[in-house]
């Protein structure tokens, strides 16, 4: 079987197409092979010592045709790769089709416009942007936040923790954002922070455990409720595009904040639509209050010194409110054909 070795080895390197490769590898090592015959073949032969020595010789020959097996099988998979890219390859010098050749005009997500247009609108108003995790420790996502220990969003319904890590978290807000700022800045202040939160929502047409949030922070002295409503009422009438929209602040409850307020905004309904200015209805656009003293003594700050006022608001329901949309669920399913209907502009 070794004088045949040079024989099969010459067939192999000189099969150019894989099928036929496959098929002269079944012939010579495949279950009913010459070289699996061979070595079954060693049960006739009557001494140990000849069955030993035929036995390596068949073994030695069934390597060497495995490894050039394997080696042609390289060589002409690449080959047949080359001639694949080959055929398909694209002159780079050639001018690119237009935008509207291909069909492909993009647009900007009305959730990415909005927040460009919020962004701007803090920014011209001296409000720096700061980040921070998105997994957080119980005292920067509570503690800190002079939220108590039973407080109900500290449950596993209201709050995704980290499996193995009983002190970790999905931060259920970014006023996370604002306490580790204050570790590492001093007032005076204004900040402003926009990212994902996480909470054990259902998912609905108003609801989703992953949306984002909206936060401000602004720490002086001096500073007082008239401010924090002033710099609201601006934001309204800029969003919605419409001068002296009525707002109203509802005194409410948070934590963090002392006295607190929800901020509602007019509206009416024209048409099956929601039109934001004077009319008979009211509209929950927000959270905000002055930051509670035990919050500023918990980042190091004295409140007999300096005080401010903070803000929240989710980013979805703005975007829902402002585009006329209904269903939270669509802003992420990806529709093409909504994207284009609610797509700031193409480009």
């Not at 990212?195 to 054990?200: D, E, I, K, L, T």
Request: net charge negative.
């Amino acid at each position: 079987m070794q004088s045949q070795l040079p024989i099969w080895i010459d067939q192999i390197t000189k099969t150019t197409d894989l099928s036929q490769l496959e098929a002269l590898k079944a012939s010579l090592l495949g279950k009913s092979g010459e070289v699996t015959q061979a070595l079954k073949g060693l049960a006739q032969l009557a001494s140990i010592e000849e069955k030993k020595a035929k036995g390596a010789e068949i073994n030695a020959v069934r390597d060497s045709l495995a490894e050039a097996f394997q080696n042609q099988i390289q060589i002409l998979e690449a080959k047949a790769i080359e001639q694949k890219l080959n055929a398909e390859s694209l002159d780079v010098t050639l001018p690119s089709p237009s935008f509207t050749q291909v069909g492909a005009i993009g647009r900007i997500h009305p959730l990415t416009a909005l927040k460009e247009e919020i962004s701007d609108f803090f920014q011209k108003r001296g409000f720096t942007f700061a980040e921070g995790p998105e997994v957080d420790d119980e005292w920067h996502n509570f503690d800190a936040l002079n939220i108590p220990a039973h407080h109900p969003a500290r449950q596993n319904h209201d709050t995704f923790f980290i499996e193995g890590h009983p002190t970790h978290l999905l931060r259920t807000h970014t006023s996370t954002v604002q306490i580790r700022s204050l570790a590492t800045q001093k007032p005076p202040l204004r900040l402003i922070s926009v990212g994902r939160v996480y909470r054990s929502d259902d998912l609905d047409a108003t609801h989703t455990p992953m949306f984002h949030q909206i936060e401000g922070l602004v720490l002086d002295k001096d500073i007082n409720m008239g401010h924090l409503k002033g710099l609201i009422r601006e934001f309204c009438s800029t969003l919605f595009g419409v001068a002296d929209v009525p707002v109203r602040f509802r005194p409410s409850f948070f934590p963090f904040t002392e006295p607190s307020a929800e901020v509602d905004i007019a509206c009416t309904k024209k048409d099956g639509k929601l039109v934001i200015g004077k009319g008979g209805d009211w509209l929950e656009l927000l959270g905000c209050g002055m930051v509670h003293p035990n919050v500023l003594t918990n980042c190091g700050v004295d409140p007999l010194e300096y005080q401010g006022f903070a803000f929240g608001m989710g980013l979805e329901r703005l975007c829902m409110i402002k585009n006329g949309i209904v269903d939270i669920r669509q802003l992420y399913d990806g529709d093409e054909s909504w994207l284009k209907h609610f797509g700031s502009f193409g480009f």
